[in-house]
């Protein structure tokens, strides 16, 4: 069993900046490729930004791109979002999830394991 704990979010005005973080446990992180998905109000959970295991390969939302970097540190079993030039679009409960396959991967279905979501909200 994997265990996912996001944390970072808060409010912020439009432009501000954020980082996300999520620690892992339970299983080798560094075998994982990990994503963050993100869910708004009456909106289905989509795809925000997804990194490989070893780093090395990363891949973006459109909606975010130029936007927000995701990274990990495999020493220290976390992933991060850093979400830069924040938009009151952007507001949503951001989810971190883990896979047992190594490749980034956009689709939900490719993932195993879920955090509880971290809140962020971004004001005008």
């Known amino acids: 069993q994997v265990q996912l704990v996001a944390s970072g979010g808060g409010l912020v005005q439009a432009g501000g900046s954020l980082r996300l973080s999520c620690a892992a446990s339970?299983?080798?992180?560094?075998?994982?490729?990990m994503g963050w998905f993100r869910q708004a109000p009456g909106k289905e959970r989509e795809f925000v930004a997804t990194?490989?295991?070893?780093?090395?390969?990363?891949r973006y939302a459109d909606s975010v791109k130029g936007r927000f970097t995701i990274s990990r540190d495999n020493a220290k079993n976390t992933v991060y979002l850093q979400m830069n030039s924040l938009k009151p679009e952007d507001t949503a409960a951001y989810y971190c999830?883990?896979?047992?396959?190594?490749?980034?991967?956009?689709?939900?279905?490719?993932?195993?394991?879920w955090g509880q979501g971290t809140q962020v909200t971004v004001s005008s």
């Open positions: 999830a883990a896979s047992r396959n190594s490749w980034a991967a956009t689709l939900q279905g490719a993932y195993d394991y």
């Open positions: 339970g299983r080798p992180f560094s075998s994982s490729a």
């Open positions: 990194i490989s295991a070893g780093g090395s390969i990363t």
